[in-house]
């Protein structure tokens, strides 16, 4: 199985700074056939399900808003919220579907400084 | 507007089995393949399965394989997951999620199943 792992697990950013979440994965999740990354983000907030926010690691849903963005190749993927607002606040999980099992990062809990 | 929709929460005795539905509207149902996902209280998510609504073919976490039956029933747009022998570690709520056809992400979900295994 991939093993996705997340740094940091939590963090603390002051309202409209840049808020930056890293995932890395245990072996190469990019596809050679499309040279596309298998990873995607997602944001869970309390009593919700989560919502995805980029796939092909830098491909943002519809949707969402531009201060998310993803990047990053191979084993490692960033996720970067440039300009944090109070609505950001919420766990944040990365996610590969190269191969299954599907696996997921454990997450990281973003909140306001 | 797309949305899945999921059967209520469900309390069960260990050994039991627990059959949860997912209910399709907004898209073709026979479009997406349907995920299963599940999330333990403060915890991160575990894939159960896959499933093709289109042919019924599915696939499953080795750790669930005999355990966990995905089904549909296409004439109501209902994706279904069974889970036999319950045990506590099986506490969690349950989501299905669709498969987005270009991207292969998970892009929507439904609300979730809270399962509790308690004796």
């Known amino acids: 199985d991939i093993v996705m792992t997340q740094s940091p697990d939590s963090l603390a950013v002051s309202l409209s700074e840049r808020a930056t979440i890293n995932c890395k994965s245990s072996?190469?999740?990019?596809?050679?056939?499309?040279?596309?990354?298998?990873l995607a983000w997602y944001q869970q907030k309390p009593g919700q399900p989560p919502k995805l926010l980029i796939y092909?690691?830098?491909s943002r849903e519809s949707g969402v808003p531009d201060r998310f963005s993803g990047s990053g190749s191979g084993t490692d993927f960033t996720l970067t919220i440039s300009s944090l607002q109070a609505e950001d606040v919420a766990v944040y999980y990365c996610?590969?579907?190269?191969?299954?099992?599907?696996?997921f990062g454990q997450g990281t809990k973003l909140e306001i400084k | 507007q797309v949305q899945l929709v999921q059967s209520g929460a469900e309390v069960k005795k260990p050994g039991a089995s627990v059959k949860v539905s997912c209910k399709a509207s907004?898209?073709?149902?026979?479009?997406?393949?349907i995920n299963w996902v599940r999330q333990a209280t403060g915890q991160g998510f575990e894939w159960l399965g896959w499933?093709?609504?289109?042919?019924?073919?599915?696939g499953y976490a080795q750790k669930f394989q005999g355990r966990v039956t995905l089904t549909r029933d296409t004439s109501i747009n209902t994706a279904y997951m069974e889970l036999s022998s319950l045990s506590s570690e099986d506490t969690a709520v349950y989501y299905c999620?669709?498969?987005?056809?270009?991207?292969?992400?998970?892009?929507?979900w439904g609300q979730g199943t809270m399962v509790t295994v308690s004796s």
């Open positions: 999620a669709r498969l987005r056809i270009v991207g292969r992400a998970f892009d929507i």
């Open positions: 907004g898209y073709t149902f026979t479009s997406n393949d």
């Open positions: 499933m093709i609504p289109n042919s019924g073919n599915t």
């Open positions: 072996q190469s999740i990019l596809y050679s056939s499309n040279n596309k990354n298998s």
């Open positions: 092909w690691a830098s």
């Open positions: 996610h590969q579907y190269y191969s299954t099992p599907h696996t």
